[in-house]
C-alpha cells in the first residue's frame, strides 16, 4: 500500500487506511496473554489503543536504513515504510528539470574530486575561495551557501542562460529572498508531512539559531531520508566541516525547509 501523502495520526478519517495499518500492526506485533493489543481492523477510528500499539511498533522496529523509529504512536513516512516495505514510500531518483540535473552534476563532480579546505578548519583553499567570491563575499567564510551559488552559477554559464539562484553566501537570506527569483519554498513539516514533494535538485536549508544556518542539494530521495550533496562539511554531518561530501541526510533533521528552481 502507498503511503498517503500525509502523518496518520490519532482523529484519521480515511477508514482505508486505518484498517490497513491495524491488520499490519496485529500481524507485526503478534501479541498474546496480558500483553494482548489486537486491533479491530473493521473498527475504522484511530484512537488511544491503536496509537499505543504503534508506539509499541516503532519501540521495537527499525527503520530501513537500521536506525531508531520515532516514538511518537504517529506514522509517517518512516514508520510506513518499516510496515509495508520501502517500495510504499515515495523515491526520487533523478531530477525532472533539466537545468537542475546540470546543477547537480556540476555539485557532484566537486564532491568527486574531493573538493577540501587548505589547510584544513580554515574556510580557505582554491576551490572554497572561488566559491566565495562568486557569491560576492571575501575568503575565509562559512562557504556552505557559496557553493551551492558556484553550482548554480557553473550550471547557468555552462547552459548560456541567467542564474536563477538568489546571489548570496547566506542560507537564511536564500531563503527569504529566494522567492523574489520565482523559487518555490516548501516548510519543513509539510516535507515530512509528504516527502514525495521534496525533488531532486532542490536545496535544503537548515537554521541554527542566532542566524546561523547550513545549505546543500537534494540529490534523491527514499522516504523519509534524502541523499544530500553540500559543502563545508563532513561525515559527521556539521555545518562547519572541511570538504564537499556526498551524504544521507533523515528528511526530519532538516528544520526550515527545502527550495525549488525547477521551471524558474
Request: glycine share 14%; proline share 5%.
Amino acid at each position: 500500500m502507498k503511503y498517503p501523502g500525509r502523518v496518520i495520526k490519532m482523529g484519521e478519517a480515511d477508514a482505508r487506511i486505518v484498517k490497513a495499518l491495524k491488520t499490519a500492526l496485529n500481524k507485526a506485533l503478534v501479541l498474546r496473554g496480558g500483553e494482548a493489543l489486537a486491533l479491530d481492523p473493521d473498527n475504522p477510528r484511530f484512537g488511544p489503543n491503536m496509537k499505543q500499539a504503534v508506539q509499541l511498533f516503532q519501540a521495537r522496529h527499525l527503520d530501513d536504513q537500521g536506525q531508531p523509529l520515532k516514538i511518537d504512536g504517529e506514522v509517517g513516512s518512516l514508520t510506513w515504510a518499516a510496515l509495508f516495505g520501502a517500495e510504499g514510500v515515495p523515491q526520487h531518483q533523478d531530477a525532472a528539470d533539466p537545468f537542475l540535473a546540470s546543477v547537480l552534476a556540476v555539485a557532484g563532480a566537486q564532491a568527486d574530486a574531493g573538493v577540501r579546505e587548505q589547510p584544513r578548519n580554515s574556510n580557505r583553499g582554491p576551490e572554497v575561495d572561488a566559491y566565495l567570491r562568486r557569491a560576492g563575499v571575501r575568503p575565509g567564510l562559512a562557504w556552505c551557501c557559496a557553493f551551492t551559488y558556484w553550482c548554480f552559477d557553473e550550471a547557468a554559464q555552462q547552459a548560456g542562460r541567467a542564474n536563477p539562484m538568489f546571489k548570496t553566501a547566506g542560507c537564511l537570506a536564500h531563503w527569504q529572498n529566494a522567492p523574489s527569483r520565482g523559487a518555490r519554498r516548501l516548510l519543513a513539516r509539510d516535507a515530512v508531512a509528504d516527502p514525495g514533494r521534496v525533488l531532486p535538485g532542490a536545496v535544503f536549508i537548515m537554521d541554527f539559531g542566532g542566524g546561523l544556518g547550513h545549505t546543500g542539494f537534494v540529490e534523491r530521495i527514499e522516504g523519509g531520508y534524502i541523499h544530500t550533496i553540500e559543502g563545508n562539511t563532513d561525515a559527521s554531518q556539521g555545518r562547519e566541516g572541511g570538504g564537499v561530501y556526498r551524504l544521507q541526510r533523515k528528511l526530519a533533521s532538516i528544520n526550515k525547509g527545502f527550495i525549488d528552481y525547477g521551471g524558474v
